[in-house]
């Protein structure tokens, strides 16, 4: 199987899967997915009947131009159940949480593959994204982050992970953690997702902005939501905009005609202008073409 490609979600909203009236409403939200949750949001009890929720739910979500992903439970004795339950036409991905070893993903990659076969749908219709809720994690990140070619991004989990480390959920002390993180995915060459930042906290909407604009100088390129006033602020810091589509496409020009003229490296606006700084205007325009 071919290595996949993140879709280029912006936003990811989690929806309790079980909830009717939330899965009713969640393709009005504006996210370009919704997470089905099966995990925390769904009491011990219920686990067995939202399975059960989980098709019907993403058929309603992925309405438009959504997609519908699905978070399991890592817990023995439901990971297989609701992976047996998501793998469908309708859902685009698994998100599967608290991941603390490669040897997990590539046993739920397997038994994936074998419902896909079974489904008769295409080997790989179904991502992964990985995340990481625990200190255990950290030094195992780059052999999580290149476990499975379904692997097309990872994201650190900000509650949990706080917890685990005994500290509490800020920017200040989230920075290094989510750096290691999006560090990780590119050496994977997958994608980081997320912010340094409580995903718990949106009473601040303008502090939350300033939060995802510096995730975004850090690289990342899309994150889960538990509301949707946050959708709205990720969707519009993380779509490039005109200023900058026209600012790559220039860029990208001036290079050329450098590289033409048998040069390495050529000034454009007041700035020197080399291969990494073409990288980012080329993955810039690429996020530009997905989100149009």
Known sequence: M???TYP??????????????????????????YILDLEDSVPLALKAEARECVIPAAKIVSQGSADALVRINLDERFAMLDIEASVDESVKAIVVPKVESADQIRAF?????????AKSLPIGHTALIVMIESVDALPKLDEIASADPRIVAMILGSEDFSATAGMQPLPQTLLLPN???????RRA???????PGSIADYSDLDAFRKTVQFAKQLGFVGAFCIHPKQVEVLNEELTP????????????KAFEDGLAAGKGAVEYKGKMIDLPVVE???????NAEVRS
């Open 109 to 117: 990659s397997q038994r994936i593959s074998e419902l896909e076969q």
């Open 189 to 195: 060459n997958i994608m980081p997702l997320g912010f």
């Open 241 to 252: 905009s005109e200023e900058e589509i026209e600012n790559a496409h220039g860029l990208l």
């Open 179 to 185: 750096q290691m993180v999006a560090l990780a995915c």
């Open 8 to 33: 280029g979600w912006r936003t990811a909203l989690f929806i309790p899967v079980h909830i009717e009236k939330f899965v009713a409403k969640a393709h009005t939200r504006g996210a370009d997915a």
């Open 2 to 4: 071919q290595k996949l």
């Open 280 to 286: 980012r205007a080329k993955e810039l325009l690429r």
